[in-house]
């Protein structure tokens, strides 16, 4: 049997992997055991380790951006993110959006909210990772 596009439903993520692809959007997400345990601190540390990741080899990972973020939220799962997700956990996850040169937005997939802090807090956030 040949899967077109077409075929694939749309609303629904698809994990192959430790990758989920968002056919929507067009954007491959991690979702790896470290996606929902590793807290790579501060704002430059998540953007770090976002670029320094390879994953099921594939590189050109990055920080996802505040509107990307909210675009995997689904206030109706808990945690608040879309199904497909299966190591997302109820905690604070960076965005790569400045809201100036000292803060920077975050998503809480407790509740799906969307938050801006200080870039250099070093907190227990998560990071999640994203590429095109």
Do not use: H
């Not at 698809?14 to 997400?29: H, P, R, S």
């Not at 407790?110 to 070093?122: C, H, K, M, N, Q």
């Amino acid at each position: 049997m040949t899967v077109t596009l077409s075929s694939i439903d749309t609303t629904v993520l698809v994990k192959t992997g430790n990758i989920v692809m968002d056919y929507t959007t067009g954007l491959q997400w991690q979702d790896d055991a470290t996606a929902a345990t590793y807290r790579p601190g501060n704002w430059t540390m998540a953007g770090a380790y976002c670029t320094a990741m390879t994953l099921d080899g594939v590189s050109g990972w990055r920080l996802p951006t505040l509107t990307e973020l909210q675009g995997i939220v689904d206030t109706g799962n808990s945690p608040a993110i879309k199904t497909g997700f299966t190591n997302t956990v109820s905690q604070l996850y960076w965005s790569s959006t400045e809201v100036d040169a000292t803060y920077a937005w975050y998503v809480y997939f407790y509740d799906g909210s969307s938050v801006w802090t200080l870039r250099a807090l070093t907190f227990r956030s998560l990071c999640e990772v994203v590429r095109r």
